[in-house]
């Protein structure tokens, strides 16, 4: 075997196959002509590619492996590493969009002689794009390096015919970055085309930290690209993409944009960053006296003013800029001067909260600010527009149920004429003009929520008589359903044969399913939306984590009876039609009934008694975990089940009926709350 040949995993082998991980370990053992570990760790081998595709070929298990499935494992598996072999793969995509013919002849060669004649070919093509070699983010590869990358670049010249060119190298860039995501910070395509939507049109537009290129390939019909990323995988990987993507002027350097400025008599129209975040080792004491510094010197706690700073001192008079900021750069009382000298001079011109999800980190609601630099002897705006999307966020959804459409139209609609006038109409709880002069006190805090209080929780005095109607139903629906006094029942007749879960599995009278796994797009049902009865909240990866298998989520249908496994409660119910489809979330587990065998509203009655819990839970240092085959069940015939059934059916009935007056009392009560010290009810 060559020593540069590429190398693929256990993992990646099940992949090519379409198995588990545990069909691959059972090939190895069976089978004395499976190929031998090439490289790896004992616990994680590593074997060559080719011998792989040429043993699951002969064997039947693969009539072919997939080209795109190949082409990344020739990526992944790449003796110089996946960076290198994407890069070399795009400087081909590059030859091959632009120069097709060049690429055919070349692709007639051998390729030993293919190593030889492609770097000519390639800064042939990457110099008119990105300039002399000494002046761009991706040099051209020499022969030696081209040599190990040949079988790739032929097998992406096969998937461009196939996608195209831009679309294929998208396809490799994705895989490597979802194999590697806590390794990088990227923005998300929702948060990038807002934020070029509010920068507007624009020729000239630079990112001074750009990382995969994501802002840049959302600005609309460019003439020039700028971008400038301190990794100087990702400036390769940034300008290679940019140049697939559209036919503009690329411009790409690798660098610390605040330390070694690529770009520094640059005026453009306008400026896209997210910036690396809370960064103290940005270069405040080599900086101070940095011309850039046009508003004040940047504390050591306010990198993201120091981005800030520089985006306006690239832009043109009349520019924008718009940064996506963490939150507490509105307020650290550290920034105070010089947000305040931004709007006294009118370059900040919009704060914009989004919604919690919305980009990393995920678990706090992101700024944009957007500002402009401002023309010599022009008059200060006197407002700044604040914009609190926080509401337009599904709550639990996480950031797979946010509404980019809603999110970017409540923005929009907001800034686009206040842009025009310098003023909009306020919209409560959502956008509102503020006078420059109020925001100008002893902490010029600029969150939004500080300025934007949410509307009244019940709304107006109107909706609140709804949701009191509402209550009043719910009530006598309660009442309604309130069950009958109990009867006592005779000992001998509370005494009956029992059987446990288990046993019924085992018998085929249930199936039992464990939740929790699986990639798709089906909601899922989670331990807490059984808990409160209500609809499923959770979402599904798209794709599967680093190294793990594609693996089918178990859905849920109509009559399953699902119980959560954690915590000691007793908390099960039978799914409906509303919540068919769903995928089985972690902690939760299913108990499918024979129609024929088990009813399963009598069956989830049961397995809701406290004593049955208790006797199946086990105890654990933090948990209390159930044991759901050892719940124990009466022997009884199918229409004593069903007797059993429509009371236990009932009861739950009674149960959403109290869920719902609480939850109904609760937005009542605090409606009126809001509306009383609002002044938008009467006391």
């Excluded at 196939?162 to 190298?169: C, I, M, N, S, Y």
């Excluded at 503009?248 to 944009?257: I, L, M, P, T």
Aim: hydrophobic content about 45%.
């Amino acid at each position: 075997m060559p020593d540069n040949a590429a190398e693929v995993t256990a993992a990646g082998i099940a992949r090519l196959a379409g198995v588990g991980r545990a069909a691959v370990s059972n090939w190895r053992r069976r089978h004395a002509d499976f190929p031998k570990p090439v490289g790896g760790t004992e616990t994680s081998p590593s074997f060559a590619l080719a011998e792989i595709e040429r043993w699951l070929r002969d064997q039947g298990k693969l009539a072919e492996v997939p080209l795109r499935e190949r082409v990344w494992q020739q990526v992944s598996g790449h003796p110089d590493g996946a960076v290198a072999a994407l890069v070399h793969a795009g400087c081909a995509l590059l030859l091959v969009r632009d120069r097709h013919t060049a690429w055919l002849e070349l692709a007639a060669v051998s390729d030993e002689r293919m190593a030889t004649m492609l770097p000519t070919a390639i800064d042939a093509v990457l110099s008119p794009r990105f300039g002399p070699p000494d002046d761009r983010a991706v040099p051209t590869p020499d022969t030696s390096a081209l040599r190990r990358s040949v079988p790739l670049l032929r097998g992406a010249a096969e998937l461009a015919a196939e996608l195209g060119a831009r679309q294929a190298f998208e396809f490799l860039v994705g895989r490597y970055l979802d194999a590697n995501p806590r390794q990088y910070t990227l923005t998300p395509p929702g948060p990038a085309a807002l934020m070029a939507a509010l920068a507007g049109p624009a020729a000239v537009v630079l990112d001074p930290a750009c990382g995969t290129g994501a802002l840049l390939r959302a600005v609309a019909q460019p003439a020039v690209l700028y971008a400038q990323e301190a990794d100087p995988d990702l400036a390769a990987l940034a300008a290679l993409r940019l140049a697939l993507h559209s036919d503009a002027e690329v411009h790409a350097r690798a660098g610390d944009s605040l330390r070694a400025e690529a770009f520094p008599r640059l005026t453009a129209d306008a400026v896209l960053c997210h910036p690396p975040f809370n960064e103290r080792n940005w270069g405040h004491d080599e900086l101070a006296y940095d011309p850039r510094w046009e508003y004040g010197f940047p504390a050591r706690t306010e990198s993201e003013l120091a981005w800030v700073q520089h985006a306006l001192a690239r832009l043109r008079a009349g520019g924008t800029a718009v940064l996506l900021m963490p939150p507490a750069a509105a307020s650290r009382r550290s920034g105070r001067r010089i947000r305040a000298d931004l709007l006294r001079r009118g370059a900040l011109r919009a704060v914009i909260a989004l919604p919690a999800g919305a980009a990393p980190p995920y678990g706090i609601p992101l700024h944009l600010w957007v500002l402009r630099r401002p023309a010599l002897g022009e008059r200060p705006v006197p407002e700044l527009l604040f914009v609190d999307t926080a509401e337009l966020a599904e709550p639990g959804g996480g950031r797979d149920k946010l509404d980019w459409q809603a999110v970017q139209g409540a923005v929009l609609d907001a800034w686009q004429p206040f842009d025009r006038h310098g003023t909009v109409e306020e919209q409560p709880g959502t956008s509102r003009c503020v006078p420059v002069i109020e925001l100008l006190d002893d902490d010029v805090d600029l969150a939004p929520a500080r300025h934007l209080p949410p509307p009244a929780a019940g709304g107006s005095a109107a909706e609140l008589t709804g949701v009191r109607e509402r209550l009043t139903d719910t009530l006598r629906l309660t009442g309604d359903l309130t069950p009958p006094p109990a009867e006592p029942v005779a000992p001998a007749l509370a005494r009956w044969t029992g059987t446990s879960v288990g046993e019924l599995v085992r018998a085929g009278a249930l199936e039992l399913r464990a939740g929790g796994a699986g990639t798709g797009s089906a909601p899922v049902l989670t331990e807490q939306d059984v808990l409160t009865g209500t609809a499923p909240s959770g979402a599904l990866p798209d794709t599967p984590g680093p190294g793990e298998d594609h693996v089918e989520p178990v859905l849920v249908q109509a009559g399953d009876v699902v119980v959560s496994v954690l915590g000691g409660g007793s908390a099960a119910r039978v799914v409906d039609e509303a919540t068919a489809g769903a995928a089985l979330g972690r902690n939760l587990q299913l108990l499918r009934p024979d129609p024929a065998a088990l009813d399963p509203w009598f069956l989830v009655g049961f397995l809701r008694s406290t004593a049955n819990n208790r006797q199946a839970s086990s105890y654990a240092s933090t948990a209390t975990r159930l044991d759901v085959r050892r719940l124990q069940l009466p022997r009884l015939p199918l229409a004593e089940q069903q007797r059993y059934g429509e009371r236990f059916r009932a009861l739950a009935a009674f149960e959403d009926a109290l869920r719902l007056a609480g939850r109904l009392g609760e937005q009542l009560a605090q409606g009126l709350y809001d509306g009383l010290t609002e002044g938008t009810v009467e006391a």
